[in-house]
């Protein structure tokens, strides 16, 4: 699982785009395009910023189940991660994730009612590469 990790953590970490799935309220799966996380541990904790009112947020709410996904089209290579989203929206969190030119979207600085946080929680994945796909869990 070690080299498995660092080989993930290395094509995510050279991406610039991850897409993020979610369930809305009819059980069917949606998918968005979010810029690569702000934050990882590894691969079982992500972090991204977002906007509060937005539709994903609200189904993360009603429904934590989520997947990640990230992939390199030129290595024919990808991952996707399967888990639970929260919302986040406390200080301390908010402060942690919080980049300069953040003001531009949330006008009202850190404490701006429409910035929050997604942390993602891997439980298992499945890794592409070579034609071939390898199942696992995260612990």
């Not at 003001?103 to 946080?117: A, F, L, Q, S």
Request: aromatic share 12%; glycine share 6%.
């Amino acid at each position: 699982m070690r080299n498995l990790e660092k080989t993930l953590g290395a094509l995510i970490d050279q991406l610039n785009m991850s897409i993020v799935g979610s369930v809305d309220e009819d059980g069917f799966p949606n998918a968005k395009a979010l810029l690569q996380p702000r934050r990882r541990d590894g691969i079982k904790t992500f972090w991204f910023a977002t906007n509060t009112s937005s539709m994903r947020v609200a189904q993360f709410r009603a429904n934590p189940r989520a997947c990640l996904y990230f992939f390199d089209r030129r290595a024919c290579k990808g991952v996707m991660l399967r888990g639970n989203m929260a919302v986040l929206e406390d200080d301390a969190t908010k402060e942690m994730l919080w980049k300069e030119g953040d003001i531009r979207h949330y006008h009202k600085g850190m404490t701006d009612p429409d910035y929050c946080v997604l942390r993602f929680t891997t439980v298992s994945g499945r890794y592409y590469v070579e034609f071939s796909s390898r199942d696992f869990t995260v612990p």
